[in-house]
């Protein structure tokens, strides 16, 4: 249903009920040649919805035409510098839109499954033992081979194995250790390449181990064809490009451990009643791992767009770069494999702030050292660290040593 006016000089102006027409009404009336019949619509409109209340006159100056227009309307306080008209007619349309109850759309935010950071839970043990029948890459009839190893669903760098020079059967018995996150979804990947001393690296073929296969706690051997691709469909898979084998073994952190043999009573003792902690909790291997959440508060002196270093024993993790921003998000999760627990260590916790400009391209934002034994001791700690040199920064991280 909408609301139509013709005036004697013939102009008509049909408003329905909805915004955008409301919109195009406005901007019919607050066009160059807006005449007195426009303005007699506009008191006609007023009326019919209700817009304004009482009677009352407001005068507009319009320089192309040089003469007064009336309205009859509730006059409006216009401030410096503003144009009476565009008043006007915005306070028209923000009437008008407040008479109906318009859709509303709530807005809620999904969180991508790809930005939660999923905790370790156990260690995948590889032992890469040997291969055989490989691909013929070299003039001479040979390879160059070497294994590299990761898991799916993981944005670590992946582990490789020494190089075998002119090998087609060759033999590494080298063992790595790769943190599992989920063994329900990840699977190590096998990747064999030709090694080149000049140019790119020859791909010889690979292979996936879905760890869900795996038994938890013991180790299977795996006799692997070598394929080009994961690729069921191509063809050149149905080439034969040699074997791998391998040996794993998942291992499950003794925490997850007790979750699915009901070892624990939920209170931190086992059935027989001795307490879990005890010093053998303090020592042997285990992860380090430490969840940057986000900062609060940082601003640099010529820029604000931070990102965080995570530094221990020499060995440095960066998070990405948060343009423009003082109050970053991260969720971004490192972890490091050690041998024993850090009791006597540090990790340090930069933040800084990097620019496309030549001059002052970096500068630091603050940072904070944690000492790891309280880590070590507690299991594990989520707490906003003030930031050293910093007026009010803050830094979010979760830090936490599992044995394996």
């Keep these: 249903m909408g609301w139509q006016s013709q005036h004697s000089c013939g102009v008509k102006v049909i408003v329905s009920k909805n915004y955008g027409s409301v919109s195009g009404f406005a901007s019919i009336c607050s066009t160059t040649g807006y005449s007195e019949t426009s303005c007699a619509n506009v008191s006609m409109f007023c009326k019919h919805y209700r817009v304004f209340i009482g009677e009352a006159t407001c005068r507009f100056w319009n320089q192309n035409i040089g003469r007064g227009r009336h309205g009859h309307t509730r006059p409006l306080s216009v401030c410096s510098g503003a144009s009476p008209v565009i008043l006007f007619w915005e306070t028209i349309k923000k009437q008008v839109a407040s008479l109906y109850l318009w859709p509303q759309t709530l807005e809620i935010p999904v969180l991508d499954a790809s930005m939660v950071a999923k905790k370790p839970v156990g260690i995948l043990h590889v032992k890469v033992v040997r291969a055989l029948k490989l691909l013929k890459m070299d003039i001479l009839g040979s390879s160059d081979p070497y294994v590299k190893l990761n898991l799916t669903e993981d944005k670590l760098p992946a582990k490789q194995t020494t190089v075998k020079m002119n090998k087609l059967n060759p033999e590494w018995n080298e063992k790595f250790r790769l943190i599992v996150k989920d063994p329900q979804t990840q699977a ?30 013991a180790t299977k051997e795996f006799v692997l064809d070598l394929v080009k691709n994961t690729n069921i469909n191509d063809p050149q898979n149905k080439k034969r490009r040699g074997q791998v084998i391998v040996e794993v073994a998942f291992v499950p952190f003794k925490s997850e451990s007790s979750k699915h043999n009901g070892t624990s009573n939920g209170y931190g003792k086992s059935e027989s009643g001795k307490s879990l902690e005890s010093d053998e909790s303090l020592s042997g291997a285990g992860v380090l791992s430490i969840l940057i959440q986000g900062a609060e508060d940082v601003e640099g002196e010529h820029h604000s767009n931070p990102y965080a270093l ?91 040593w599992t044995k394996a």
Aim: proline share 4%; glycine share 6%.
């Design 188 to 217: 190590l990947e096998l990747q064999l390449y030709d090694w080149d001393k000049v140019g790119r690296h020859d791909k010889l073929g690979m292979q996936l181990v879905p760890l869900k296969v795996l038994t938890p706690g």
């Design 310 to 400: 995570v530094c221990f024993r020499g060995e440095v993790k960066k998070t990405k770069m948060i343009r423009k921003s003082r109050n970053p998000l991260w969720n971004e999760d490192f972890q490091f494999m050690l041998d024993e627990p850090p009791l006597h260590d540090k990790i340090r916790i930069e933040l800084k702030s990097k620019s496309r400009a030549l001059i002052r391209a970096k500068e630091s934002l603050g940072y904070v050292e944690i000492n790891l034994a309280d880590v070590v001791h507690n299991g594990r700690i989520n707490e906003k660290f003030h930031l050293i040199d910093s007026h009010n920064g803050r830094i979010h991280a979760e830090l936490s």
